[in-house]
């Protein structure tokens, strides 16, 4: 992947003599007796960083047995926290959805069959999954053939009305439309890739001889058939550099594909975005019912699937939102976070939208008890500018969520420090190698231009499990290594005695 809410009053704390001048002037100090101030005095040696000191870094440490905060600098202190905010997303899915939850797509005919003759449409209904692959629709279209049926007299229909019509956030800036981290967040969609990047489209190209122009394709290669390329590139003789540009505008699904690819070289591809992802899963789908011998003959449209005399005849489930939750946080997939948002703002006769989905985020924040002054959300994936979290508040969800039934799964999928690991290390898996963090670190990142946070989870040399957050917006040099120096000095802290 703006209103920003502002802080409208500073708390000021008195700490006892023992702790005096223990933590930075002008910072925002614990609320509870500091039972630690040795380590306030080391992560404040820590937070002298000028890059610290020029962000306003917000940061806080919380006991995660006893909810006691050890360190507290800025910690109410609203700041935009960037890809932080799929904590709060993935939490509140598994307890808005479950763990077991798993999405569907639906083939559903009306008309009569007869002799394997459908007269009428055939529909292809989602809801929300954002895991649907190639793969899904051959089995789907696999489905259809073995009911008996051959042809459809009337039209596809792609049904999206699970979600509503809104396919892009408003908070969030058409310069970047066209980049695979963000897809328009459609009901019924298309993941290319094992990474699961729903709603976006391989385009691949192959030199060939010098002169000419490079050869282009797609993956899946149905989407062809759903966009239009433009091919201005070039073959450039052997051992010239290779300069390939691929580009969508906001709203259209012309490709131009642009510049030079040396002639001898391999193929390279390019992961971008399409427009209205419901007819790119149906032209996907078209494709594999003509592969399993079945034929639509009328044309494909956008539409919804009457609620009468419906009989399904295809069934398409994903894996589990627990199994979903392992790809959406280690890799931070921005669409897993807005299609899990929009599903749990559906509610019967009202499709699902951001507006009920970061009302039911927020509902349940507040029952956990975490402060709310300074939250706001308009996404959920942190994508957008407008976000505003404190990092009191990220600290307490993540203190508070260790009683529910479910920690372990969300434990599970938030990256590894220094893990080579894709799957396990994720974002992470290059920070912190080498230290007491390798290993034991599990936390989200959080990055935009001027922005980045970490918030998770760190074991102390003595065991003692530390919740941590650390918020920045910047304009100079970016506070990121301090968020490392801060983690591993939380990884070797033991308590004196």
């Known amino acids: 992947m703006s209103m920003l809410p502002r802080i409208r009053r500073t708390t000021l704390t008195l700490l006892t003599v023992a702790l005096?001048?223990?933590v930075q002037v002008g910072a925002t100090?614990?609320?509870?007796?500091?039972?630690?101030p040795k380590l306030?005095?080391?992560?404040?040696?820590?937070?002298?960083?000028s890059r610290v000191q020029s962000a306003k870094s917000g940061v806080v440490v919380i006991d995660a047995t006893s909810?006691?905060?050890?360190?507290?600098r800025y910690g109410t202190r609203a700041a935009m926290p960037a890809s932080n905010t799929k904590i709060l997303?993935?939490?509140?899915?598994?307890?808005?959805?479950?763990?077991g939850y798993r999405f569907k797509t639906e083939v559903i005919r009306r008309g009569k069959l007869s002799n394997g003759t459908v007269t009428g449409r055939l529909y292809l209904?989602?809801?929300?999954?954002?895991?649907?692959?190639?793969?899904?629709?051959?089995?789907?279209?696999?489905?259809?053939?073995?009911?008996?049926i051959t042809t459809f007299t009337g039209q596809l229909i792609a049904d999206a009305s699970f979600f509503d019509a809104q396919r892009y956030n408003p908070g969030w800036s058409t310069s970047y439309a066209s980049d695979y981290y963000a897809a328009e967040i459609s009901a019924l969609t298309v993941a290319p890739n094992a990474d699961l990047d729903s709603g976006t489209v391989f385009v691949n190209y192959t030199p060939a001889k010098a002169g000419q122009r490079a050869k282009i394709t797609t993956t899946p290669a149905a989407a062809a058939s759903y966009v239009k390329i433009v091919n201005q590139t070039t073959t450039s003789?052997?051992?010239?550099?290779?300069?390939?540009?691929?580009?969508?505008?906001?709203?259209?699904?012309?490709?131009?594909?642009?510049?030079?690819?040396?002639?001898?070289?391999?193929t390279g591809s390019q992961q971008i975005t399409v427009s209205k992802p419901e007819l790119y899963a149906a032209a996907v789908f078209r494709a594999e019912l003509k592969k399993a011998g079945v034929t639509v003959r009328g044309s494909t449209a956008l539409g919804t699937t009457p609620a009468t005399s419906r009989h399904r005849v295809g069934l398409d489930t994903s894996i589990t939102l627990g199994s979903l939750l392992v790809p959406f946080m280690k890799l931070s997939n921005n669409m897993h976070a807005e299609a899990l948002t929009k599903t749990m703002g559906q509610s019967k006769g009202k499709p699902g939208n951001w507006k009920d989905g970061l009302g039911r985020t927020t509902a349940y924040l507040k029952s956990l008890g975490v402060p709310m002054q300074g939250v706001t959300l308009t996404d959920g994936s942190g994508l957008t500018r407008r976000n505003k979290v404190t990092p009191l508040a990220m600290a307490t969800v993540l203190q508070k969520v260790r009683k529910e039934t479910w920690f372990a799964t969300f434990r599970a999928s938030l990256p590894v420090a220094g893990n080579p690991n894709r799957m396990v290390g994720g974002t992470l898996r290059y920070r912190m190698t080498g230290t007491k963090a390798a290993n034991n670190a599990r936390a989200k990142t959080g990055s935009l231009t001027g922005v980045t946070a970490l918030s998770?989870?760190?074991?102390?040399?003595?065991?003692?499990?530390?919740?941590f957050s650390m918020l920045s917006n910047y304009s100079g040099s970016t506070p990121r290594p301090v968020e490392n120096t801060f983690v591993v000095t939380l990884a070797n802290w033991k308590r004196p005695g």
């Open 20 to 22: 005096a001048g223990a």
């Open 29 to 36: 100090l614990p609320a509870q007796a500091v039972s630690d």
């Open 40 to 49: 306030v005095t080391k992560i404040n040696t820590v937070m002298k960083d």
């Open 67 to 72: 909810g006691d905060t050890l360190y507290s």
């Open 89 to 99: 997303t993935a939490v509140s899915a598994l307890h808005t959805l479950g763990p």
């Open 125 to 148: 209904k989602g809801y929300g999954d954002p895991t649907s692959r190639q793969s899904d629709y051959a089995s789907l279209a696999q489905q259809v053939r073995r009911a008996g």
């Open 237 to 266: 003789a052997r051992g010239t550099s290779t300069t390939i540009g691929v580009r969508r505008s906001y709203g259209s699904n012309t490709i131009t594909v642009s510049g030079r690819i040396a002639a001898g070289r391999g």
């Open 456 to 467: 998770g989870y760190v074991n102390g040399a003595d065991g003692r499990l530390y919740v």
